[in-house]
Structures are given as C-alpha cells and as structure tokens.
C-alpha cells in the first residue's frame, strides 16, 4: 500500500528488511507495529553463529505522521550464541538503547533547539515530551567549548537577571567578520573579562586587531591590556546618542519654562521630532488647530529655531557632528574632528558639557570607528546590537532564563554557525544548578 511505503520511507529503513509491518490509530494516536527480517548476526562476544532466543518489545516516540503523534512497537529478536550461549539482541536502528526517542526525534528536537523562537516548551509540546527532558536534550547534544577569539572583536552587554557576581549584565563577546556570537560571560565587571581573558594564550590574543565597544570604560581597559595588537574602536551610535540625549536636555529645559498653552510649549512638545529627525519638510500644508492657518513642516521647523538662540546653535551643532559622522572618512576624520570640538567648545552651551568631555576622552576611539578593514563597513558595534536583540528574544519567549550554563550554550548554538549538534546515546552532562544545601531536619515516624 502506498501509506505503508511512505511509513516506512520516514522510518530511514529499506523495505527488505521488514519481516512485518502495521499500522492502527486509535485514540488520537498511530502505533506502528514492526519486526524485522532475521539476519542471523554472528556473536559480539565470539563471533560464533547463533539462534533466535524470542522476542522482547521496545516502544519508541516517533515523529507526527499528518499532525498524529506515533509510536513504534518494535518486537525485537533475542539471539543466543551456538558456541559460547551468551544471549544478546538483534541491532538498534531506530534510536539509542536508553532513550524512548527515535533518531529523527532526537534530531528534529536538537534542529528546534536551534531556533531562538522556540522555547523549550514550545519544542516539548510539540514533540510530545516533557520540557525537562528537553532541557536534558539540549544540555547532552549541545555541547560548546569555549571559541577561538576572532579577528575583529566585538564587546557588549545585555540586561539579564542571569547576571552574576552582583551584576546586572551579560557580557557578550561577537565576531564582526564572520557575524556571529563567541562567547557570552556572566558578568560585564573588569575582574570577569580579566579572569577570562588571562585564561587565553597571549599567542591567541594578539591575533585580535579590532575591538569594538560601546564606552564602557572597563572594556577599554581590558582590550588595551590583554590585546597587544588591537585597535580600540567606539560604537559611532553610542556617539549620536550621547550627542542627542544633550539636545533632548537643552529643548526639555526650554519647553518645561515655557508657559502651559503658549505658542513655544505647544511646538517644543509636539513637533520636537522636527529637530531630531530627517523628516521631509516641504509637505503640503496643512491645517494647524492651535495656530489656526494652514502650515507645512517646514514652517513649523523654523518657528521651533526661532524660539531660542542657543536651541538654535545647538540645533546645528548637533547637526555638524551628524555630517561629520556619515560623511568623514578615514583619512580626512582627524582635523574634521577637530574643528568640530572647538566649535562645541566656543559655545559653551550647558547641554553639551558632558559631550564636549567625551570626545576629548574618547578622541582615538572615536576616530577609530572611521576605518574601514573589510571595504564593506565602517568599525561599529551594530552586529552586537543585532545579536544582543537575537538573545532578547530568547530570553522573552522563554519567559527568561535562570540557568547561565544552559542559555549560553544554547544562545551561541542558535547564533554560530560553526556550532552543530551531536547526537549521544549517553547522557553524560546535566546544567542543573546547585542549589542551597538541605539544612537539617528531624524525621518522623510515619506508622503513627
């Protein structure tokens, strides 16, 4: 029959070698119901020949056949050997002797477990498991030792309450060339990636020619230190953020002294937008409720630059770095940077103080950024954004993590290529945490 042939095709068995086969689905559920031919194997023990002994019956959970969860009812043969009389069962092709899974389970389980959208419980409903055994799987088939530092290093956080040593965040480590996750640490805090790194080869470490970070000082310190040959290079989005929060500060300020209703309150708080964003401006006008006239962005634009001279200059400062940032090439960067921080220098504008202290203290970073090694793509941290985003979503789908171990095994294997599962037939490591110790308690007799 044509349903038995395609049975069998997923069963990764040749049809020769099926003594019986059949299939009944009841109760929502399809069992199947094989022998296999004899082979008469010789001993394992002697390599003498030998006899069939019976049969003992092994169950395996097998992938849904059209949405119905199936089982194989494997009657499987005892053989006893002529010459020595030492017993021993026909060969396992449909799964590991101590799983009650088949092959094609274990591998469509370690295949899910590769997809940051799914959750382990995800993965256990729809394989008709339970999500411990799950967990089981992924810590004994995903095994990730730690990873060779790449050539163009990427260093940030992410927020996680899987953090450790009384920290916030994780530490991940991200390979700019190859675009994928290294490594990710339990803590962000100088002495963690010290005592990481010092566990490297310095023959290992000087391969790293790039770094990448976001201004987070420790991160400095620790490239500087433990990378001789590397060049420091800060995320140009962390720049233009600093640069926008000190604008927000400035408009935030003017609007809050400005009088509830009047015409400078009503356009610092709904047509702010107009001075942090490349919007178009020449639209059609339309109708102003407040201002009763028809107006275009444009006009309105202007009448928000009219408000203040010092929202104005700091409106075209911001403006200059902006250029600067999307325009400025490697080898025209430095004197460009350089006028710039006189220009935020000579306003002496409030809301830029704390800028002004940062370019100067992050002056080679900053221009480091501007490089281009690869021709492709200026020095960012924008692949550890994209990656930190990757690991959010792994972390809310599975209504967060609690064991470190496990997430960082899990979370490189869904995002580097170059880690694969394996399948083993033991399992021989479990990520549990150690939890407190049981503390003392007095036993009762449960007779009375």
Partial sequence: MAIDDFITSTLNLASDSIDSFDSVRENNLLRLYITLKDSHPECPYCGGRSKSKGYTVRTYNHLPMGGTPSVIIWKRRRYTCKDCGRTFTESNPFGPEAFRQTYAVLSSVADDLCNIHNSFRDIALKHHISETLVELYCDSFVQVPRLSLPENLGIDEIHSDMAKYGGAYLCTFVD????????????????????????????????????????????????????????????????????????????????NRSMKGSPAYYLLKHWHYLLETDIELDNEPQYNSFFRQKMNRRQLFDALLDLNPSLRLA?????????????????????RFDQILEAFKTAHLYCYEEFVCLLVHWKPEILNSFKRPYDTFRQSNALSENINGKLGTLIRISNGFSNFERFRARAIYCLNHKISYSLTSHIFRYNKRIGNPRGSYKKTDSSL
């Fill in 176 to 255: 700019n060339k190859d675009r994928c996750l290294v490594e990710l640490l339990p803590n962000r805090s100088k002495h963690t990636l010290s005592r990481h790194l010092e566990s490297i080869p310095l023959s290992e470490r000087k391969n790293v020619r790039y770094v990448t970070i976001d201004m987070w000082e420790p991160y400095r310190d620790v490239s500087v230190k433990y990378f001789p040959n590397c060049e420091v290079a800060a995320d140009p989005f962390h720049v233009v953020k600093h640069l926008s929060d000190g604008f927000t500060k400035i408009r935030i300020d003017l609007m």
């Fill in 315 to 335: 409106y075209q400062l911001k403006e200059m770095y902006r250029r600067f940032n999307s325009e400025a090439t490697e080898y025209d960067c430095a004197w």
